[in-house]
C-alpha cells in the first residue's frame, strides 16, 4: 500500500507560480497529476514514468506546467508557471505500480492517491 501526501498549494495570482510536492511512501512506476473543480470531472494533468523519466501532459498545461520527480527521495513535484484563474482546483498526486499505461492521463489507471491540495488562482 503506497500512501502519498501533496504540499505546496496555496493561492496566487494570475501570471504566478506554485509548485507542488507529493511524498511517497513507496517507489512506485508511474505517477501523475490530477486536478477537480467541484461539480466538474476529474481532470488529468500530467504524469511520469519513474523508471525513466518520460512525461505526459494534458494540452491545458503544456509550456507552463512541468512534473518531475526526486527518486532517492521517492518524492513527485509539479511545477506550475503562469498560472490562469482556470488553473483553480484540488490538485491530487496518484501512483501506480504498474509502468504501463502512464501514457495515457486517466485517473481509473492509478489505485493510490493523496488527499489533495488547493489551488486558487486569482485573476
Known amino acids: 500500500q503506497v500512501q502519498l501526501v501533496e504540499s505546496g498549494g496555496g493561492s496566487v495570482q494570475a501570471g504566478g507560480s506554485l509548485r507542488l510536492s507529493c511524498a511517497a511512501t513507496d517507489s512506485t512506476y508511474c505517477m501523475g497529476w490530477f486536478r477537480q473543480v467541484p461539480g466538474k470531472e476529474r481532470e488529468g494533468v500530467a504524469t511520469?514514468?519513474?523508471?525513466?523519466?518520460?512525461?505526459y501532459y494534458a494540452d491545458s498545461v503544456k509550456g507552463r506546467f512541468t512534473i518531475s520527480q526526486d527518486n532517492a527521495k521517492n518524492t513527485l513535484y509539479l511545477q506550475m508557471n503562469s498560472l490562469k484563474p482556470e488553473d483553480t482546483a484540488t490538485y491530487y498526486c496518484?501512483?501506480?505500480?504498474?509502468?504501463?499505461?502512464?501514457?495515457?492521463?486517466?485517473?481509473?489507471?492509478?489505485?493510490?492517491w493523496g488527499q489533495g491540495t488547493q489551488v486558487t488562482v486569482s485573476s
Open positions: 496518484a501512483a501506480r505500480t504498474s509502468p504501463f499505461l502512464c501514457a495515457i492521463i486517466r485517473g481509473s489507471n492509478f489505485a493510490y
Open positions: 511520469i514514468y519513474t523508471g525513466g523519466g518520460s512525461t
